[in-house]
């Protein structure tokens, strides 16, 4: 490949010099009082308010693709756009704003929530290279301060919650997982005052601030919380702002539009689901209020990533005892919070039978995607063949037998796709991924063993059914069976080196999430199973919401 021509690749923006727009404000309903104190705000959609400043801020880490993508310059040490992100300033045309919204928070109304640290900036638009559409984005501000939905809270994050949500809002979309975006990670230089265990122990830990970006924030529970206080005239007009800016494919005069708008969150919901399942991430807080109306991964907290296969995990201490938000919960709970969406739009939409069928929408798109990908994680086209489903479950219920690391189990199955390099018939490569994936090598018993050949030579068997040369059955897998991912322990690591001043393992970890698919020279430590130390320490598997 050539160099692009530098004359033809568009100079990227200083942020602080870059004009945004506030459309946002003048489509909604605007709390009328600017006063950031909590409260409750009836009737509106959103409130005013402005950043509040930080002491010293400091840009700790930088995402060079999304800078690319919105035509970004990485700021300067003490320019103009690094105070910016840091709440310190504003570009020309901002208003920011925290949006208000309610939610149902582990299977219960919870009122009035809104943004309670998160603050949008204003939209910024995008010319999109290569005759794309023009697109335009928000920035906003997660850790800027107390908003009029801080509740009881100080609107700050600390460095620990945020380079998490960092890192893993840029790994997802690496992975081809739709999420929300992060531009940049600030430490503010103040500290922040957090009782991480809940157990009275509360100690200071250094703050940050997070600039996220995505076409929207907007959550199921911006359309309950109107829907909930019998606020219609709001309702609809967030609904037909929404339609506007974010559905314009759909005709906003027909009566239907709210139905084919639900029908459409229910299909990005599935897909987005489906990702989770095949790259094996847990949310860890699925409420209403975290559900993004464009099926985009939102809100980064006690998130995690499957390690020992266990449909039960969940890296959430505060669900441990209900496990409501567990891996293998998720594709029903968001079914459930899709219900609750149904709920808030009843008013708009003719009669509940849309409504339900867009529901079965989501069910048997998210099973139709889940299968496919399913079937592509083990190289193949399909899984409906005659006792494919049997075989499928047979995996699940060994690979759930003893502590078996999933993302490495499917990584080390396509290196043993026969005539790729490995002979068929020989024992020790047929059990080889298992083996390589086996927190403790003990554990595969001889009855084990014997049902792994089994299942795995029936795969092999399988793969010969597929019209592909073993190099392409490998690149099928590969595709979609990420070798690096932003393990916990791993961004644990991370943190504790940047609480001390040291970035360079963010940063190199952030190098290697950027190309998860793709085996990286001297990056076998990425690729690794978790390490006996990380199994309790906190950050390292389990976490708190205390962020
Ligand atoms: P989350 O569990 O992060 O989705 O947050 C649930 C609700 O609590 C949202 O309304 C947040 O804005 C709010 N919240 C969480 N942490 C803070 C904080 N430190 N300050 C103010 N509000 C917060
Ligand atoms: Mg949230």
Not at 50 to 70: F, H, I, N
Request: hydrophobic fraction near 40%.
């Amino acid at each position: 490949m050539s160099a692009p021509d530098p004359t033809l690749v568009p100079a990227l923006r200083d942020l602080a010099a870059t004009p945004f727009e506030a459309q946002v404000i003048a489509a909604l309903p605007v709390d009328p009082d600017d006063d950031p104190v909590p409260r409750a705000v009836p009737g509106v959609s959103l409130s005013r308010v402005r950043p509040t400043p930080v002491v010293s801020p400091k840009l700790l880490a930088w995402s060079d693709a999304l800078g690319e993508e919105l035509g970004l310059a990485r700021p300067t040490a003490g320019s103009a756009a690094l105070a910016i992100l840091a709440g310190n300033a504003l570009a020309p045309g901002m208003q920011p704003y925290a949006a208000r919204y309610g939610g149902h928070q582990f299977g219960h109304w919870a009122g009035q929530l809104g943004d309670g640290r998160a603050i949008t900036l204003g939209e910024l638009s995008c010319p999109r290279s290569e005759g794309a559409d023009a697109t335009a984005y928000e920035l906003q501000l997660k850790g800027a301060g107390m908003t009029p939905y801080s509740r009881h809270a100080d609107g700050r994050a600390v460095l620990r919650s945020s380079l998490r949500e960092f890192v893993c809002s840029e790994a997802m979309h690496a992975l081809g997982v739709p999420t929300t975006r992060a531009l940049s990670l600030v430490g503010t230089g103040e500290a922040v005052l957090r009782d991480m265990f809940y157990d009275g122990n509360a100690r200071t830990e250094p703050g940050a601030v997070v600039c996220r970006v995505a076409p929207t924030f907007l959550r199921f529970g911006n359309y309950e919380i109107h829907a909930a206080f019998g606020e219609q005239e709001s309702l609809q007009r967030l609904m037909a702002h929404t339609l506007r800016r974010h559905y314009p494919h759909i005709d906003a005069s027909d009566p239907a539009a709210p139905l084919h708008w639900f029908s459409e969150v229910c299909e990005r919901t599935a897909v987005m689901v489906a990702h989770w399942m095949r790259v094996g991430f847990v949310h860890g807080v699925m409420n209403t209020d975290n559900m993004s109306i464009l099926g985009l991964t939102l809100d980064y907290g006690p998130y995690g990533f499957l390690e020992g296969y266990d449909p039960q995990w969940t890296p959430n201490t505060t669900d441990a005892a209900g496990r409501r938000y567990a891996y293998g919960q998720q594709p029903q709970v968001a079914l459930w919070n899709l219900s609750r969406l149904a709920g808030a739009l009843r008013s708009l939409v003719d009669g509940d039978d849309g409504l339900h069928a867009a529901l079965e929408r989501y069910r048997e798109l998210f099973g139709r995607t889940h299968r496919t990908m399913s079937a592509a994680k083990l190289g193949l086209g399909s899984l409906a063949e005659p006792g494919d489903a049997e075989w499928h479950n047979e995996l699940f219920g060994l690979l759930a037998a003893t502590e078996t690391d999933m993302p490495i189990f499917f990584r080390q199955l396509s290196a043993s796709v026969p005539g790729a390099g490995i002979a068929s018939g020989d024992d020790a490569a047929l059990l080889a991924p298992v083996r390589a994936a086996l927190y403790d090598p003990d554990t595969l018993d001889a009855a084990l063993a014997a049902r792994w050949r089994q299942w795995l030579l029936r795969w092999q068997q399988r793969l010969t059914h597929e019209a592909l040369s073993a190099e392409q059955i490998v690149a099928r897998m590969d595709a979609v069976n990420p070798l690096y991912l932003p393990r916990n322990y791993l961004a644990q690591e991370a943190i504790d080196a940047a609480e001390q001043g040291d970035l360079a393992p963010l940063l190199s970890l952030m190098r290697v999430l950027q190309r998860p698919y793709v085996a990286q020279a001297g990056c076998d430590a990425y690729a690794a199973r978790r390490p006996e130390w990380a199994r309790q320490r906190p950050g390292c598997s389990a976490l708190s919401c205390s962020s």
